[in-house]
């Protein structure tokens, strides 16, 4: 297999997925939360839905690509879709905040902002992860009822 299938494609639909459901999220919770809590409590509400997205994205990634039998291939996965999430994140904040690509990245709430890089960690190694955790519980990070390969790493 080469290293658009093992690597990229599942990548990028990680990647896609988690920043799609950030799209909304984020969207409601600067018309809605924010306004009504201030923004460090709306971003740290938004936080756990968020984990939730990571979650279930890497699962189906896990089990719709037979991307990482192997537990390094799964660690690239996710650093790569940390890669596009981050550089995604930077081309908003420039284009649409008129920020500059530092303050994109680091102009956040010392809480909710440590928070939020926590939650990047858990996406770029959300893959790993469930393949580590679900090796050991014979299932390959795949959806319960399902049996995959074992990583041979």
Do not use: H
């Not at 924010?34 to 979650?55: D, I, K, Q, Y």
């Not at 530092?102 to 809480?111: I, Q, S, T």
Request: glycine share 12%; with cysteine; net charge positive.
């Amino acid at each position: 297999m080469n290293v658009t299938m093992t690597i990229l494609r599942p990548a990028a639909a990680y990647f896609a997925i988690v920043f799609g459901a950030g799209f909304v999220l984020g969207t409601a919770r600067v018309l809605w939360l924010v306004p009504r809590l201030g923004g460090r409590t709306a971003e740290l509400l938004e936080l756990p839905l968020m984990l939730v997205a990571v979650f279930l994205a890497a699962r189906w990634i896990n089990g719709r690509f037979d991307a990482g039998r192997r537990p390094w291939t799964r660690f690239v996965i996710g650093v790569l879709a940390l890669v596009f999430l981050l550089a995604a994140e930077v081309a908003l904040g420039v284009a649409l905040r008129d920020m500059s690509p530092k303050e994109a990245l680091v102009n956040r709430d010392p809480v909710s902002g440590t928070a939020y890089y926590v939650g990047l960690c858990a996406f770029a190694i959300m893959p790993w992860l469930l393949g580590r955790l679900g090796r050991r519980a014979g299932t390959d990070g795949q959806s319960a009822g399902r049996s995959g390969a074992q990583d041979t790493a």
